[in-house]
């Protein structure tokens, strides 16, 4: 049947449930609301042909494959229905991990339709990756290099996460720091092209130079003498994390302050 949940203006298809003796009707309506004692005139049967306004979530059952425009955008990224409402509106759940909730009906299409200038479903997301130079078959556990919130360097990470069918990324940086949404123009695999021409390496040295384990010697709080120690982290500001030798440990020293163990005088050693 169909009914008007609640009095309402729009009928909305359900099954009915139970037949009270005062000529009532429970209805489990298809979206997952219950109505209970709904008066006969607020129902009818269901038909082949429905009314215009009732077209749409109709067409979809909870759990149909579908594509749908996130957010209102013009792309459509896949997904499944997690629920009809009332409303006509749609719960999704995309392949990506993200949900959204009250999806308009003619924002939705079943997987493999036809919309939106005939492309094929497996989609436009790939006319716009094309355009940026980086690879289509990014994905997770995929080495790459990232501008860390936008900035100019790039730098190393593995991807964590695959977002809105590769638009954006989660990024499990070298040095431990995390980013989450980096959008796909600003990442490039690693030793790929990207448009980053060669300024990031540039900016880099310093950090190819001294990873994380390498032994080196700082200016202790900016001081004039050397000391040794282990490169405990590399940060994405060009500063590291130092323990040093003799059990002191220092964060944040600048690049300038740290060099590779074995380039310093004899009269600078060590503390002790």
Do not use: C, W
Not at 45 to 56: I, N, P, R, Y
């Amino acid at each position: 049947v169909e009914a008007r949940d609640r009095g309402k203006a729009k009928y909305y298809p359900g099954k009915i449930s139970r037949v009270h003796l005062d000529g009532t009707y429970d209805i489990d309506y298809d979206d997952g609301e219950q109505e209970k004692k709904v008066d006969e005139k607020l129902i009818k049967l269901l038909k082949e042909t429905k009314s215009s306004s009732a077209k749409g979530s109709s067409d979809f059952d909870v759990g149909d494959k579908i594509e749908a425009r996130y957010r209102g955008k013009a792309k459509y990224y896949p997904g499944k229905v997690a629920r009809i409402h009332s409303d006509g509106t749609i719960d999704v759940d995309y392949d990506d991990g993200e949900q959204e909730k009250g999806v308009k009906a003619d924002l939705v299409r079943p997987l493999g339709g036809a919309a939106d200038g005939g492309r094929s479903p497996s989609r436009a997301r790939d006319d716009s990756l094309g355009g940026g130079g980086r690879p289509a078959e990014l994905g997770v556990g995929s080495k790459v290099e990232a501008r860390y919130k936008g900035k100019s360097k790039y730098y190393p990470g593995v991807i964590s996460r695959v977002r809105f069918g590769g638009e954006a990324f989660d990024i499990d940086y070298d040095d431990g720091e995390q980013e989450k949404g980096v959008k796909a123009d600003l990442v490039r695999a690693v030793g790929g092209g990207g448009g980053g021409g060669g300024m990031e390496t540039e900016d880099e040295r310093p950090r190819g130079k001294l990873k994380v384990g390498s032994k080196v010697e700082a200016r202790y709080k900016g001081k004039s003498k050397y000391y040794p120690g282990v490169i405990a982290r590399v940060r994405l500001n060009g500063t590291y994390d130092i323990d040093y030798d003799d059990g002191e440990q220092e964060k944040g020293v600048a690049a300038e302050l740290v060099r590779a163990l074995g380039g310093m005088s004899d009269d600078e050693r060590p503390m002790s």
